[in-house]
């Protein structure tokens, strides 16, 4: 078989192409194209013989896509528009043009590709960006199937729902059926579909990340949970096929984890709405680009000291004065969960690393805007298979 040749857009830091690897399907990247600076350096490190071109994708021509003479087009256009906590602006805000610009280029190429595979937040399938898209493949004939997956599916022990679409260019049959699964929430597979391939797209269970405030009915506990909240939580870590967190963290080293630890002036503001997770956990929330920056809302922070008993810390925590409370809360040695371990749970290979000179806090942003590499490597095969 001769590797497939692939358009990698909005490349970032190398998620796609490391799933492309992991997939096991030959395939080549003919080039790779994104703005960021910071994920081009990232990318670069370790990709060093991969074509990568840092501009706008509408600043390139229809001759320069004809030229690359590409098999499949794999992109994960920018999510903003489309996100909860966002204004949502969709096909009005600029950060959508330069994938209303591929739309547009799609039909007019000389050799359309054979495959396409796009990734979004959960929100992109209600969106009028989603409708232009499934315009533009119903029009050039295209069969596409779309499902929204967690990495709790592949067994990963963290939540991260994500809208996919997969796409195939008919076989140059001119009655060919276009299988169109528009998925809500979680309906069955595609029809026809292997038992692997129910496994990986079947419903998963997914983690809110809520706080009480946000969280309806029931009755609050300690740390603002409601009870549906706390039973949900204890079924996820009791789900045998998610691995523990245990098996994607670092080797901890006397004092290797120090510069992660939640400060004093933290754990005071957040303690209450902190997602707390233990070594044995099976779940934790989606990391986003703000985490280390951010408290509330950007992923799971780990207990390291388990001879504390976490209820023990919170129940009549409100009662305490400011030094009593945070001697209670330093027992718990609450720590940020480090780039590489955060990599690790987004399903990046060992092999994956950064440059010496990129910050902590930019690890964190290029990882919260990448994608489950395990996740997209099951998908690819599926396509490709």
């Known amino acids: 078989m001769d590797p497939v040749r692939i358009l990698e857009l909005y490349s970032g830091i ?137 990495p709790t599916s592949v067994g990963i022990p963290n ?72 039973e949900r939580k204890l079924v996820q870590n009791n789900n045998p096929s998610v691995r523990p967190i245990r098996d994607f963290l670092e080797p901890q080293k006397d004092g290797n984890m120090e510069p992660y630890l939640l400060g004093p002036k933290t754990l005071l503001r957040y303690a209450a709405v902190l997602d707390i997770v233990q070594p044995d956990c099976r779940r934790s929330v989606c990391f986003t680009k703000g985490y280390g920056r951010y408290v509330e809302g950007t992923g799971s922070v780990l207990q390291g000291c388990m001879e504390t008993q976490m209820d023990g810390v919170f129940l009549g925590l409100d009662q305490l004065s400011e030094e009593e409370k945070l001697q209670r809360l330093l027992k718990l040695k609450l720590r940020y969960f480090t780039p590489r371990e955060v990599a690790n749970l987004m399903g990046f290979p060992h092999s994956f690393s950064f440059p010496q000179h990129i910050s902590t806090i930019q690890k964190y942003r290029v990882l919260g805007n990448s994608l489950n590499v395990v996740v997209v490597s099951k998908l690819l095969q599926l396509l490709l298979s």
């Open 14 to 150: 190398g998620g796609m192409h490391y799933a492309l690897k992991e997939c096991g399907v030959p395939a080549e990247v003919v080039a790779a194209i994104d703005i960021n600076t910071t994920a081009n350096q990232i990318y670069k490190h370790n990709f060093p013989e991969t074509p990568l071109w840092n501009k706008t994708i509408e600043g390139i021509t229809l001759d320069d896509f004809n030229k690359l003479s590409f098999d499949m087009i794999t992109m994960s256009p920018p999510c903003q528009p489309f996100t909860r906590i966002g204004l949502q602006g969709d096909v009005s805000d600029s950060r959508t043009k330069s994938f209303l610009y591929i739309l547009d280029i799609l039909p007019r190429l000389h050799k359309p590709p054979r495959f396409i595979l796009l990734e979004n937040v959960k929100g992109f399938e209600t969106s009028s960006a989603r409708q232009r898209l499934v315009k533009t493949l119903t029009d050039c004939r295209y069969a596409f199937w779309e499902v929204m997956v967690s």
């Open 159 to 230: 939540s991260r729902l994500r809208y996919f679409l997969l796409a195939r260019s008919p076989t140059g049959d001119s009655d060919v059926q276009i299988n169109s699964l528009i998925l809500d929430t979680f309906p069955p597979p595609a029809e026809g579909a292997t038992p692997q391939q129910a496994s990986v797209l079947s419903p998963t269970c997914t983690s809110s990340g809520q706080t009480g405030e946000e969280v309806h009915g029931g009755h609050f506990l300690y740390k603002r949970e409601t009870v549906t909240e706390v």
